[in-house]
């Protein structure tokens, strides 16, 4: 053989069988594969694959609704978008890019995003801005980012804003009641949620909703006895007020004396339920109910219905108050002026301090606090609300002459603006005295008879005088009608006795007299302007505020003395 010729080599005859067994066994083994994914384990496989994919999605319910006695929208729920991700698929198959724009889209720190991201991506649910608009829910949904979708939510919205904010309180971003009348019924308007299967699929999209394992149950709607359009005109007299006599604050309260419905509530400073972020604790109490202060003047009418009760005093008996000034003990009780004669209507009508002093210590120890006793000072009024106050009243009556003194105009006593409604309201309604109610319907109970409906009669005659001319609310005065009432100017405490410059002005009155439909109590804390009595401060307001009641409500007047008085009475009805 030549050393350049091709050696021919043999295979073997089994080699060539072996490899030609190995390509045919080859397509049979996938072929056989193919067949037992397919038609043998298919079911089990599909449910291991939708066992990866598959979860259960929360439906929320819509949280019921709260409408006023007109049936106008208070707080409605609305349905809106939440965007969440899930961090590990997100920064996987995004990483930072992702992270950035999803950052930009929402106006995020991107660093702060993706930080946040990294210490949760172990979860596959991280809610990244909750409640968003529609567009900003598109906008965000257009980038397609893997691992972020939307979560269907509801929001709470207030249409009337600050006006009923005090009253209505706030939800948190879950839609859960924080204040107000949103936390004391929040079970009553909350819903049970749902439940439902849906498929994702690796991005952690929704692409399909397998089944409905549970609908949800929306909550029950709420009506109130507010009405709306009184709260905004006690709204906005009360702000008017606040800003023109530089006060710290304010409350309205509008009754119903004979259902103990709440017509009406506001406070100054307000706030406005709809901006989360201007929520803080010194602007959304309800000072109406929370706050309580000595009231002063405004207690009297009690101290003259004792010494009425008494049987030792009628309207016309005379009480010297010259000189103006009454030592008692090491003290010294004083009024503005000396009055000298008085009666005891004109005790009201002047506001006589000197006077209801000497009728307290005239009378037998311990009626006027068993009277207060009786109306329930010092005790909540019975409406369920957050914080309520229960003001003050000393457990027994005292034997000191001078608390004695003091307690008949208004000190050592404190009460919050809805006690004084309410105990006016017991005048108004012939000694009933009612339980306040802020929803439509609820049981309150049965008013407890607390003053003989004949000296609550006199009482309301002899207050009439306050607001006529010579009296100290005559700013309270409306045509047309008669209107009871009482003005109380107190010094506010402070650490180590009262201040010199700083006051509480309250007006608290009825009309009609003769009849009485409504019941208000207005109260201005700390007003700095020029003046600072109740009469000139808080007077105005409560006009204001009565004279719509009167006109929307249709209450026919009950003041027809002349021709003049009738047409100003039909102007203010116009």
């Known amino acids: ?230 709260q905004y005109v006690a709204y906005r007299e009360l702000k008017a007020a606040v800003e023109r006599e530089q006060a710290v604050g304010g409350s309205v309260v509008l009754m119903d004396p004979a259902s103990g419905e709440i017509l009406a509530m506001v406070n100054q400073p307000a706030f406005n339920p709809n901006r989360r972020s201007e929520i803080s604790a010194g602007r959304y109490r309800n000072r109406a109910v929370t706050d309580t202060h000595e009231p002063g003047s405004v207690m009297k009418p009690f101290t003259v219905a004792a010494a009425l009760a008494s049987g030792r005093y009628q309207p016309d008996t005379s009480i010297d108050t010259s000189p103006g000034t009454l030592r008692v003990g090491q003290s010294q009780v004083q009024d503005v002026r000396n009055f000298g004669e008085l009666t005891v209507a004109t005790v009201l009508k002047k506001s006589s301090n000197v006077g209801a002093a000497t009728l307290a210590l005239d009378l037998e120890q311990g009626r006027i606090w068993s009277l207060l006793d009786r109306m329930q000072f010092g005790q909540p009024t019975g409406l369920v609300f957050p914080g309520e106050a229960s003001g003050y009243l000393s457990a027994s009556a005292s034997e000191r002459p001078i608390e004695r003194a003091t307690l008949a105009f208004g000190y050592g006593v404190s009460v919050s603006a809805l006690q004084l409604a309410r105990a006016y309201s017991a005048i108004a309604a012939d000694g009933d005295l009612p339980t306040p109610t802020l929803v439509s319907g609820a049981e309150a109970g049965d008013p407890v008879s607390v003053m003989d409906p004949e000296i609550a009669g006199v009482l309301r005659r002899m207050l009439t005088e306050v607001t006529r001319e010579g009296g100290t609310a005559t700013q309270a005065a409306i045509p047309g009608y008669q209107v009871a009432g009482k003005t109380g100017t107190s010094r506010k405490a402070i650490a180590g006795g009262y201040a010199e410059d700083r006051y509480l002005s309250i007006f608290a009155g009825m009309a009609p007299a003769d009849d009485p439909r409504f019941v208000a109590v207005v109260s201005l804390d700390e007003p700095s302007g020029d003046q600072y009595y109740a009469g000139p401060v808080a007077g105005p307001v409560f006009r204001s505020v009565m004279e719509s009641a009167l006109r929307l409500y249709n209450v026919p007047p009950d003041d027809m003395i002349d021709g003049e008085t009738l047409t100003a009475a039909r102007e203010v009805r116009q």
Do not use: C
């Open 1 to 230: 053989m030549n050393r350049g010729s091709e050696a021919r080599v043999t295979v073997p005859a089994w080699r060539r069988w072996l490899v030609t067994v190995a390509l045919l066994a080859l397509p049979m083994t996938l072929l056989g594969q193919a067949v037992t994914i397919q038609l043998v384990d298919s079911d089990f496989l599909q449910g291991q694959g939708d066992q990866r994919h598959l979860r259960t999605e929360v439906l929320p319910a819509h949280r019921g609704a709260i409408h006023d006695r007109q049936g106008e929208a208070l707080a409605i729920s609305a349905p809106v978008d939440s965007v969440w991700a899930d961090p590990g698929v997100l920064l996987d198959e995004s990483g930072a890019e992702g992270v950035g724009q999803l950052a930009e889209a929402l106006s995020l720190d991107a660093a702060a995003l993706r930080d946040d991201l990294e210490a949760r991506e172990n979860r596959e649910f991280v809610y990244i801005r909750r409640h968003v608009n529609p567009s900003l829910a598109e906008t965000v949904m257009a980038l397609e980012l893997p691992g972020v979708a939307l979560q269907r939510e509801y929001r709470r919205f207030y249409p009337a804003g600050e006006v009923t904010g005090h009253v209505l309180g706030f939800t948190n971003i879950d839609d859960q009641g924080q204040e107000g009348l949103e936390r004391v019924y929040d079970d009553w308007l909350s819903g049970e949620p749902g439940a439902k299967r849906v498929l994702r699929d690796r991005r952690r999209r929704n692409i399909e909703d397998v089944e409905r394992l549970r609908e949800p149950d929306a909550g029950r709607d709420l009506t109130l006895t507010i009405d709306r359009r009184l």
